[in-house]
């Protein structure tokens, strides 16, 4: 069966504060930035899953998302397979 | 009668010995289960202690959840059994949906210890029966996750009926509407980020945890009434 890389970004979901992403937010303008905004910091992992094809990978990682890689509640989450 | 509580105990928690140590001295009697444990062992209440477990990897509670013995506190819970998490308790009970919400991150991004003034929101509930509405009490607080969130449904449903258990008078992590400790619908499962175990001896610096325990002790004694 072939294996896919399955790339997860898990972000906070928009309306819930980020107050790690609003430190860093007002912290680039010290640095002469002044033209940044919306700073989210969320978390990235990578995995290989063992499928017949890329839906069924993706299907089985957006599971995963569900029910432990993100937190639905107060997260958000991309899954790209390739 | 003596009512018994089981503690549970995942890798990294470490507060279990506390919430064992004030149990007993206020005449309950109190047993660790381990994580791998399968069943609740017919306890009449289950706490659900502070610490690290599964080392917050992930997100903090996410991985305890799926521990066998949380199945036992899930039933335990939704057949009405006096259940509380305290601070990685709170957060490991809301990552098994067995209360509405989610810990993050303080909004001011410091891991917080110290004592906080809490009032009482309500006396529905395992944990605050014999306590008064609008009550403060002094109990410490010690974690990085314990900013309270949740959708404005749930917010509107929690002030609605009466699910609000305690909210900080001093706000010090950034939780949504102040709220420190909050219940399911039915008042039997609660969870509050302060520690009340940390606050049951005068050479604590507080006694102010007492009344909570004594009230958790009072419905765990209702529940074994009940069963017996």
Known sequence: MP???????VTHLPGIADPAGATVERALPALGYTNVAQVRIGKTIRLTVEAPDAESARAQVHEMCERLL????????EVVIT | MTVRVGVVVFPGTNCELDVQYAIERLGGSAELLWHGDEATKGVDA?????????????????????????HAVGEHARSGGPTVGICNGFQVLCEAHL?????????????????AALRVETTSTALTNLAQVGEVLTIPINH????YVCDEFTLDELRANDRVVFRYVDNPNGS????????????????????????SDAL???????VLLKSLLAAATSRATLLV
Request: hydrophobic letters at 45%.
């Open chain 2, 144 to 147: 990085f996750e314990g900013n």
């Open chain 1, 70 to 77: 993100a937190n639905p509640v107060i997260e958000a989450y």
């Open chain 1, 3 to 9: 294996v896919y890389n399955a790339h997860v970004e």
């Open chain 2, 99 to 115: 209360l509405p919400g989610a810990l993050q991150r303080n909004a001011g991004l410091k891991f917080l210890c110290a004592d």
């Open chain 2, 204 to 210: 604590l610096g507080s006694e102010d945890g007492v």
């Open chain 2, 46 to 70: 289950v706490v659900v202690p502070g610490g690290f477990a599964h080392g917050d990897y992930l997100r903090t509670g996410a991985i305890a959840r799926f521990s066998p013995v949380m």
């Open chain 2, 176 to 199: 949504l509407d102040d709220i420190a400790g909050v219940c399911n619908a039915e008042g039997n499962v609660v969870g509050l980020m302060p520690h009340p175990e940390r606050a």
